[in-house]
């Protein structure tokens, strides 16, 4: 375990936004609300999935882990940003620090792995629309939903276990969770080994995904663009859509992050950055896949009415 002097007992000090006091009201209102309507949104997909049959799809079952996937994400970071911002206190402990880490790693690492099952889903959707109920068959579902998390957690076992065994001097971070760009900062030493072992796994885990996705998507516009049919090109590419906007946000800031020098490394960017994948992009996935899909708009009006039915 990583071992740093300090003059409070092994605590870890998470800066935030207090350098910005005019922001942290502004802040902790804005915070609040996109947690609640990621809560709402994320929960009411999944809900959405389970009560409608015609959501029993391969498609709706992965978007339904990507939904407990933000939830969880955003849970691991937020209480402890209104936490901070909020009251006096900004200390968090060695232990929680640890967890918090390899929590947002694993969730963070998860979701590019599921991106990838969700990419693979609509290739064979688009591409092999004869063979698709053949190839998404419910036990590969399962199958890759499980991997993507295995995956994910080995990804994070790894990496928090490398850094764990780095002697740390500071306990000051500045962010408002410990994640792993500033968490190298606090080392006493070079840690230029380590560093290198760690990007190449960030890179296994973003870039490798990043790149099947890519030629997933390369296969899928040309098979559309052989369609005749003006509406089945607009069905295939409004599904196909929403998908690609989810992945443009989640690869693009996650891979500024994490795959840029640690020298360059701007922690106040940093922290605005985080706020963005951490809060606004699992508030917005729900929207992006509801507002354009008439399978779970209709869900969602099904639902509506039974309980307008049932005063």
């Not at 909020?86 to 790693?105: A, E, K, N």
């Not at 443009?248 to 996650?254: A, H, N, P």
Request: hydrophobic residues 45%; aromatic residues 12%.
């Amino acid at each position: 375990m990583g071992s740093f002097n300090t003059s409070l007992g092994g605590d870890f000090i998470l800066v935030g936004f207090s350098d910005w006091p005019q922001l942290e009201l502004i802040l902790f209102i804005y915070v609040l609300i996109f947690y609640c309507l990621t809560l709402f949104g994320n929960t009411t997909i999944i809900a959405l999935s389970r009560m409608d049959l015609r959501l029993h799809t391969p498609m709706y079952f992965f978007l339904s882990h990507l939904s407990f996937l933000d939830l969880c994400y955003t849970t691991s970071t937020v209480p402890q940003l209104l936490i901070n911002i909020q009251g006096q206190d900004h200390t968090i402990t060695y232990g929680r620090c640890v967890v918090q880490l390899f929590s947002v790693l694993a969730l963070g690492s998860t979701e590019s792995m599921l991106l990838v099952v969700m990419a693979f889903d609509r290739y064979a959707a688009v591409c092999r629309p004869l063979l698709y109920t053949t190839i998404m068959h419910p036990l590969l579902c399962q199958a890759l939903a499980i991997s993507s998390w295995v995956a994910g957690l080995v990804n994070s076992l790894i990496q928090t276990g490398l850094m764990m065994a780095m002697p740390l001097c500071r306990y000051r971070l500045n962010h408002f969770f410990c994640e792993m760009p500033v968490f190298l900062k606090l080392a006493c030493k070079d840690t230029a080994g380590t560093e290198a072992k760690m990007f190449v796994a960030r890179a296994i885990i973003l870039v490798f995904p990043a790149t099947l996705i890519l030629g997933s998507y390369a296969h899928i516009a040309r098979a559309v663009l052989k369609v005749k049919s003006i509406s089945g090109r607009r069905k295939a590419f409004g599904t196909c859509g929403s998908h690609l906007l989810v992945v443009s946000m989640f690869y693009g800031s996650t891979i500024y992050t994490y795959l840029q020098p640690n020298d360059s490394y701007s922690e106040n960017e940093g922290k605005f950055v985080a706020l963005f994948y951490t809060i606004v992009t699992p508030m917005l996935n729900p929207l992006i896949y509801t507002l354009r899909n008439k399978d779970v708009k209709g869900a969602l009006w099904k639902v509506l009415q039974r309980g307008t039915d049932s005063r």
